[in-house]
């Protein structure tokens, strides 16, 4: 075990930087510059082995995690890889926090997902919902990991008196997001379909389910400032709004858009004009989902990126990435104010 602080910068080993959040985390992190950040890719580091993560935590003297390393997709990996998205979620969770606590982490923050609430929870969401009904059957084995995450910190602050905090956000976009068709979240998931429509000049583009379920989004550099933020409380502070057997906290943006405004606006932006079908034979997956970000925005933090704003930037992250640039002038149109092209037509 760790006994001697070796170093008087923080040092803060961020898991999962490579991916959408982690990725945004790391920004926040370097823009503000107070800390040194420890890295390591999946290939160096594969948190699912617990022996990996021992000589990890054993030979870098971390003092702050942030756990954003995850299993994560959207209802078509979920259904597709169950036994893949409970096993590894439990062995990441598992591993970082028992080691966190082994070697004398400070504070470790835990990122859980709006999926731990049940399916018919009332709305918006408040945080003492969590195990009060059943959850969506899409994605349960995944968000029973998420929950197993949330009481790992709990029941290791209870024993052994650590600070493990966890933060639950809604659904997330922005820079870095999996963009592939379908094994990703809804909002990239419709930005790739759109782009590939758009061409390869499709008259028209199926969206899965009714388009009549409500979602909640968040632009991610938003979520990395609201981890930060949730960080940076003393601990009597969070222990006044939680109690240790219901210590998460939401994150949310508090704005609500049906699937189909949001099919409409992403089309939009990615520049595509032709049909938008719903294909309400598949899965809606839970009807409505919005959380109760209360206790977050009680210690000060709010969004400042909108959905517009977010759109336009995580398409052009897209395109950088992706895809070639003929549509770039779509986006200079958006942002200019000067719309030329006819919203997309609807069908349901
Ligand atoms: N995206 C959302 O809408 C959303 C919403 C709510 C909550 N969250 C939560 O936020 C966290 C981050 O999500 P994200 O969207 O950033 O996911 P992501 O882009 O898929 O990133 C996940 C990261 O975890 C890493 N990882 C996975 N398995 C690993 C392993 N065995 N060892 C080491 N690293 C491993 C991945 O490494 P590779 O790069 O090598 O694959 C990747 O860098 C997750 O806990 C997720 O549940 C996300």
Known sequence: MR???????????????????????????????????VLRSRDELD???????DAFFSENDIDT????????????????YPAEFIRTNLQIETNVIHHAWRYQVKRLLFLGSSCI???????????????SGALEPTN??????????IKLCESYNRQYGTDFRSIMPTNLYGPGDNFHAQDSHVLPALMRR????HQSHQQEVQVWGSGEAL?????????????????????????????????????????EIRIASLAIQVAEVMGYEGHIVFDRSKPDGTPRKLLDSTRLRSLGWEPVIDLREGLQRTAEDFLAAHAAHPMMHVFSDVRDGRRTRDIPRLRL
């Open 3 to 37: 006994t001697m602080s070796r170093h008087t910068v923080e040092r803060i080993f961020v898991a999962g930087h490579r991916g959408m959040v982690g990725s945004a985390l790391v920004r926040a992190l370097r823009e503000r510059g107070d800390c040194q950040l």
């Open 47 to 53: 948190l699912s082995d617990a022996a990996q993560v």
């Open 65 to 80: 995690v942030y756990l954003a390393a995850a299993r994560v997709g959207g209802i078509h990996a979920n259904n597709s």
């Open 117 to 131: 609430y049940p399916r018919n929870a009332p709305q918006p969401m408040r945080e003492e919902y969590l195990l």
């Open 140 to 149: 349960e084995p995944y968000a029973v990991a998420k929950i197993a995450g």
């Open 194 to 197: 759109f782009h590939d429509a």
């Open 215 to 255: 979602r909640e989004f968040l632009y991610v550099d938003d979520m990395a400032h609201a981890c930060l933020w949730l960080m940076d409380q003393p601990r009597e502070v969070l222990d006044q709004l939680t109690s240790p057997q219901c210590s998460h906290i939401n994150a949310g943006s508090g704005e």
